[in-house]
């Protein structure tokens, strides 16, 4: 069974220009989820997915990114424009459904750095 | 609010000894409780999970962690650690809002494995 697939798998880009992401979840994982994490700490919640429907983007700054889920399969998860505090490592994740929290499978993450 | 702390930022081990990593938790009710290990480049992996009963979980890679509700912690240990578990350890707590779960990542314990 194919995991998480997540490209690029790194980024390097100059703040102020957009960048996004590519997350395609295991098949039949009807949840998904993107994580922030910076370096030395866990990861942080940006937006979660049930399907094609984002039940949690609170954590979102919604001035600069922005996310998608069609057909509530794949995901894209975009900003624009980045900013230097943006670099981090971008994690998507993806479980069977909401019934077992915190039985996520994650990909392998894209690290951007913003200069 | 839910939150975890992982007292130790880094700890170093023999290979062969024992390991016990130490995550506490604060959360109003019985709260899911999960580990999670990272190795470098790579996504986060579950170790192994605690939802309910026995309060001794046996996880993959011989790892087990023990919740103690009194102490309100959920320690990962393992009898002989091997060169290859050198990793990222997190400690997550999970939660059920509303009708979909929500997991609160702790910062992290990074080990490091003398040969």
């Known amino acids: 069974e194919a995991g998480v697939v997540q490209s690029p798998r790194y980024k390097i880009i100059e703040k102020k220009q957009p960048v996004a992401f590519w997350c395609n979840p295991i098949?039949?994982?009807?949840?998904l989820y993107w994580y922030l994490q910076n370096l030395g700490q866990g990861p942080e919640l940006l937006i979660r997915?049930?399907?094609?429907?984002?039940?949690?983007d609170s954590q979102l700054p919604k001035d600069r990114f922005s996310a998608e889920r069609l057909k509530g399969v794949d995901s894209t998860l975009k900003i624009q424009p980045a900013e230097l505090g943006d670099s981090a490592v971008y994690l998507c994740?993806?479980?069977?459904?909401?019934?077992?929290?915190?039985?996520?499978?994650f990909g392998p993450g894209t690290r951007l750095t913003v200069t | 609010a839910q939150s975890v702390t992982q007292p130790d930022i880094h700890i170093t081990v023999s290979e062969g000894a024992s390991l016990e990593l130490r995550c506490n938790y604060s959360?109003?009710?019985?709260?899911?409780l999960f580990w999670y290990v990272q190795s470098p480049g790579q996504g986060l992996q579950l170790l192994l999970k605690?939802?309910?009963?026995?309060?001794l979980v046996q996880g993959i890679k011989g790892f087990e962690a023990e919740f103690k509700r009194s102490q309100s912690s959920f320690n990962l240990r393992k009898p002989s650690v091997h060169w290859s578990d050198a990793a990222e350890y997190f400690c997550?707590?999970?939660?059920?809002?509303?009708?979909?779960?929500?997991?609160?990542f702790g910062p992290g314990t990074s080990l490091s494995v003398i040969p």
């Open positions: 605690y939802f309910s009963g026995d309060t």
């Open positions: 994740a993806s479980s069977l459904d909401s019934s077992r929290p915190g039985e996520q499978y």
């Open positions: 997915y049930e399907n094609e429907e984002a039940v949690d």
């Open positions: 098949s039949g994982h009807n949840t």
């Open positions: 959360y109003g009710a019985t709260p899911y």
């Open positions: 997550a707590v999970g939660t059920m809002k509303t009708s979909y779960d929500k997991v609160i």
